[in-house]
């Protein structure tokens, strides 16, 4: 199945269920509601073994793709982990984001576009998602041919981090990979992207840039 048809399945599975709703400011809008797992990876060479998440990666490798964006390049986060060590983490993350200079996201206490989280995966000892981005999109908008988005919230699973024995730095990376995806970016076929299906030690490179550069332009 491609990706187009699944993400038609999508979003009418989503619909059916219930899931998408009109928010007062978009009176006509529908928003549709998506997920998208990152599977951790228990070692740097065992990229091979870790099992697929979610939608395939399309695409080259030099440009990340993407199927969504925001309506601005400037866009607004809250960081809702409650300790210091993962307002860190992303901290860090929003900080590499941020200096590929193609969006500006911008930490608001108010109502963000974005929010950044951390909790216990919902999914059994036995599963290695080690971080989840939930978005919604106008499906009546679009810019560039993307959809643009209504909300995301991302999480990394800190059970996963510690059972898989992530270090800071990985727990960022893993970070990076759900903003990406709160950014509206997709999973890259390459290993030299953070947004290849599994993260563990690549941080945010040259793909993920111009995959960034390509959707806001
Ligand atoms: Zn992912």
Do not use: C
């Not at 491609?2 to 809008?29: D, K, W, Y």
């Not at 990394?156 to 510690?162: K, L, Q, R």
């Not at 759900?178 to 030690?201: C, F, I, P, Q, W």
């Amino acid at each position: 199945m491609n990706n187009r048809l699944m993400g038609t399945l999508l979003t009418f599975v989503a619909v059916v269920a219930g899931l998408s709703f009109a928010t007062p400011s978009h009176a006509s809008a529908k928003v549709v509601t998506d997920a998208d797992a990152t599977e951790a990876v228990k070692t740097a060479t065992s990229f091979g073994t870790a099992k697929a998440d979610g939608g395939a990666a399309t695409g080259k490798a030099s440009l990340t793709p993407a199927a969504k964006r925001w309506q601005s390049k400037t866009i607004t986060y809250k960081i809702a982990s409650g300790s210091s060590y993962y307002k860190s983490v992303w901290k860090s993350a929003v900080k590499v984001w941020n200096r590929s200079g193609v969006v500006k996201l911008v930490a608001t206490t108010g109502k963000a576009n974005i929010t950044l989280s951390t909790s216990n995966s919902p999914m059994g000892n036995n599963d290695s998602t080690v971080g989840i981005t939930y978005s919604s999109y106008y499906n009546n908008k679009s810019l560039n041919g993307l959809a643009v988005m209504a909300s995301a919230k991302s999480y990394v699973f800190t059970n996963v981090a510690n059972r898989y024995h992530y270090s800071k730095g990985e727990r960022t990376n893993v970070a990076e990979h759900e903003l990406g995806h709160a950014l509206g970016l997709e999973h890259n076929v390459g290993k030299h992207s953070v947004m290849y299906y599994a993260t563990r030690d690549q941080s945010v490179s040259k793909p993920d840039v111009n995959g960034l550069v390509h959707s806001y332009r």
